[in-house]
Structures are given as structure tokens and as C-alpha cells.
């Protein structure tokens, strides 16, 4: 990138600095990622959740992992039991359930001017997880009506920055549900971390849930976007 930031990515990254920060303060798990050679930047969260026989995810494991440790545990093919919850140890078989990694990033659009969701998920061998496996593992709350449109909300496209093939939340309603959540905060003059309020709301979609401390620190914060 060259030149000053827009006024919208710099709020954009103020929110994302303050989000990171209380993610480190409760093991969240959240990280600001550099792009090499660019001022580009984007949030990134890497997990593990356990398949059930259904083929869908069960619930993550309780810690997000760096890739070193995720790489060495799907070498491994072993669960530790100590970062799982207790419904996915039920949910073992002889041989332990099998390992699905996600990766969440957070990029800012310059087109739509909002944060967009990208993922992608891969088994344990390193096969990536296909459009129709992303969609089974989506919750029943959510997916009756995302399959009125499938095509329009969950796409396939290269992430903007890596140049690799991510899944995407379609950022093009983003303004429209955002606006008066917005709207709302600035007529109780109340503050509003919007990363914290966007990502709550599109986050559970695709399985990325935000731990309820980010409600109560998110009064505390104090970037607005315009």
C-alpha cells in the first residue's frame, strides 16, 4: 500500500489494535498480521475443532494454537485431552476424532470500506475442506437462511492480500446491518468498537464465536467510525 491510510482503514486498524489487545489479555488467541514487503496488514485467529461422525464440527478447543503447534499436533495425529472440551472427549472414537484446522482472517475493503471475513479449514492430512463442507458445518440457526442465497453469502475467492484461495462472508450487507447498530451507539453517545460488533454478529455464521468479556470491554473502547 502506498500513501496515508483512508480515514476508514485507519479506524479500521484502531479497532483491530484495541480488539487484539483484549484478545491477549484473554488468550483469545487474535493476531495483527504483516504482509512482507507491503504496509498491508490483516487479523488472524488459527484454531482446532474436532469432527464428529456427523462430519460436522463439534465444538473448538478451548485455546487457540500458533501454526507450529498445530502443524506438530496434526502430525501427530493425537488429541490432547487437557485442550478439548469435555463434549468432544465424548465424542472420541478408538483411533481419537479427527483434527479440523480453521483459519480466520480479518481484511479491510477499500471498496465496500468494511471488514470482511475470510476462512478456510483443512483436515488433518492437509486436504482443504470443500464449499459443501464449509456449508455442513454451518449451525442449523444460521443455515435456512444463508441457503436462501448461498452463492450470494459464502463464496469462494483469492484473499485479497495472499493471493490464495480463501472462503469469504460476501461483504456487500455488511453497511446495511452495521448502519444502525452504529447509528444507535452514536444517539446514546456510547462508544463502539466495531470490529467487536461486526465480528459478533457474522463471527457464529462460520463457527467463530467471541467470548462474552469482549461485550463489557467493548463500553471501554473508544473508536467510532464516522
Known sequence: MSGELDEGERTFRLCCEQFIQHSQACGDGWM???????????MKKTLLKTRSDSGAPSKASRM???????????????????????????????NGPELI???????????????????RASSSDGRPLTLEEMWASVGDHYRARLLQGPWDTITQQEHPLLGQPFFVLHPCRTQEFMSPI????????????YIIA????????????????????????????D
Open 32 to 42: 495483527w498480521e504483516d504482509v512482507k514487503g507491503s504496509e498491508d496488514g490483516y
Open 198 to 225: 461486526w465480528l459478533s454478529i457474522v463471527g457464529p455464521v462460520v463457527g467463530l464465536s467471541l467470548p462474552l468479556s469482549y461485550a463489557s470491554a467493548a463500553s471501554q473502547l473508544e473508536a467510532t467510525p
Open 101 to 119: 484446522r480453521y483459519e480466520y482472517h480479518v481484511v479491510y475493503s477499500s471498496s465496500y470500506q468494511t471488514p470482511v471475513l475470510y476462512f
Open 182 to 193: 452504529v447509528t444507535a451507539a452514536k444517539g446514546e453517545n456510547r462508544s463502539l468498537n
Open 64 to 94: 487457540s494454537k500458533d501454526d507450529e503447534t498445530i502443524k506438530l499436533e496434526f502430525e501427530a495425529q493425537a488429541v490432547d485431552e487437557e485442550e478439548v472440551d469435555d463434549d468432544d472427549i465424548g465424542n472420541t472414537t478408538a
